[in-house]
Each structure stands twice: as structure tokens, then as C-alpha cells.
């Protein structure tokens, strides 16, 4: 198994530009999560799914977009890049049992926009 | 909105010492995780508490469930330098239709002292 597959690594957008960070998992599990982390912040929830054709916002939902047709998948899109999107962005996944709560993280994206 | 509030922000201690975390919330979670990251890296889960009032340990570790369902608390006994990082609580919303919603504190910095 790979676990959660998260790419680019590292990506530099101009003010308005777009991109899809992707996100994907081979573990079959329903739950996905995008954070982003701000330096010396802890992890912000931007957008969450609990299986495949679900989604719902997070802390921080403004400014992004997800989508999550199937259960491997979920990108998320900026639209408009701003430079207050500047961060590193982790996406993550987790199985849902009862007494299961481990969460899988992506090795991160870092973002700059200027 | 939910939100976990963490502290302390960070900590600088002598290796040998015991170190106290906890995280308080006006929401009720049904489940409180806390977390290690560690730098360049994702979080890793080092305790999942699933009912109020538990009490669980995991090697110089220990954390424990509040009655109240809203704080959290974590001590790290006979710390060593390999402990240094940012430490993480995180809360499982508690209704039906967030149950997958795993939102992060702040985080505390620890720094030790050799």
C-alpha cells in the first residue's frame, strides 16, 4: 500500500492563477481531510468527506473547492490563488471504526503565492 | 464553530522533567486524539480516547478523557531530548452529521534541554 499519495510537493502560483492539489488513498477509506498549516500554527480544517459524494466545510472552507467522485480521491482547488493561501497543505484519511481513529497524512504540499 | 483551545503555546524543560498539556473546547467531543509532528513531516496519532473519564497510557505517555466531554490533557513523564516537537490535540465532533469532522488545537512547542 502506498497510503496517502499527496502531490506536487512544492508549487509557486501568481496572484489569480489556479491549481488542484491531489490527493489520493489506497486503504479504502471513507474519511478525507485537507488542512493547511500556517508557520508556527497548528492544522486548520478547510474541507472534509465521509465517502464518495460527500463533502462539507471545514474551518476554512473560503477560497477552495473539493470534490470526492470516488472513495481514492479528493482534490482540492484553488480558484483565484491569494497570498494569504501561502501554506503547507496536508491532506489525510482515516478508516472509520469504532476504535480506529488513526489518521494517515500526506507528506505535504507547500504553496507559495505571490 | 468548534474550536480546541490548546495549551501552553510552548514549553523549554530540562531533560528529566515531567511536562503537562491539555486542551479545553465550549463543544462536546466524542473522541480526543493527540498528536506528534514533527518538522517537514505529518502528525502522528500517539493516543485516542474514545469515552469520558479514560485514562490511557502508551510507554512515558499518558492522556486522559475529560468528565465534561470538553478538555483533554496529556503529560509526558521523564522527558528526553527525542521528544522535542509539536505536540497536537485534536476532537471528533460529537453530531451525527459531523462525526467525521477532526478538528486540531494550536499545538504546543516542547523544546528539552539536554
Known amino acids: 500500500n502506498a497510503g496517502v499519495t499527496q502531490t506536487p510537493k512544492f508549487r509557486i502560483l501568481k496572484i489569480g492563477q489556479s491549481m488542484t492539489l491531489q490527493c489520493a488513498q489506497d486503504?479504502?477509506?471513507?474519511?478525507m481531510y485537507w488542512y493547511r498549516q500556517d508557520p508556527g500554527m497548528g492544522l486548520k480544517l478547510i474541507y472534509y468527506?465521509?465517502?464518495?459524494?460527500?463533502?462539507d466545510k471545514g474551518e476554512v472552507p473560503n477560497g477552495y473547492n473539493v470534490s470526492r467522485s470516488t472513495t481514492e480521491d479528493f482534490p482540492l482547488r484553488l480558484e483565484l490563488a491569494a497570498p494569504s493561501q501561502t501554506s503547507v497543505y496536508f491532506c489525510?484519511?482515516?478508516?472509520?471504526?469504532?476504535?480506529?481513529?488513526?489518521?494517515?497524512f500526506g507528506s505535504g504540499t507547500q504553496l507559495s503565492v505571490l | 464553530g468548534q474550536q480546541l483551545n490548546q495549551s501552553p503555546q510552548s514549553m523549554f524543560i530540562q531533560e528529566g522533567e515531567d511536562v503537562s498539556m491539555n486542551c479545553t473546547s465550549s463543544?462536546?467531543?466524542?473522541?480526543w486524539l493527540w498528536y506528534k509532528q514533527d518538522p517537514g513531516e505529518g502528525p502522528v496519532l500517539l493516543i485516542a480516547?474514545?469515552?469520558?473519564?479514560e485514562l490511557t497510557s502508551n510507554g512515558r505517555l499518558t492522556a486522559q478523557f475529560g468528565i465534561t466531554r470538553k478538555d483533554s490533557f496529556l503529560n509526558i513523564s521523564a522527558s528526553i531530548p527525542s521528544d522535542v516537537g509539536i505536540y497536537f490535540c485534536?476532537?471528533?465532533?460529537?453530531?451525527?452529521?459531523?462525526?467525521?469532522?477532526?478538528?486540531f488545537g494550536q499545538g504546543t512547542e516542547l523544546s528539552v534541554k539536554p
Open positions: 480516547l474514545y469515552k469520558a473519564g
Open positions: 485534536a476532537g471528533l465532533g460529537i453530531l451525527y452529521n459531523q462525526g467525521g469532522k477532526l478538528i
Open positions: 486503504m479504502n477509506h471513507n474519511y
Open positions: 489525510a484519511s482515516r478508516y472509520s471504526g469504532a476504535t480506529n481513529e488513526k489518521l494517515f
Open positions: 468527506s465521509v465517502g464518495a459524494g460527500i463533502t
Open positions: 463543544s462536546i467531543f466524542n473522541t
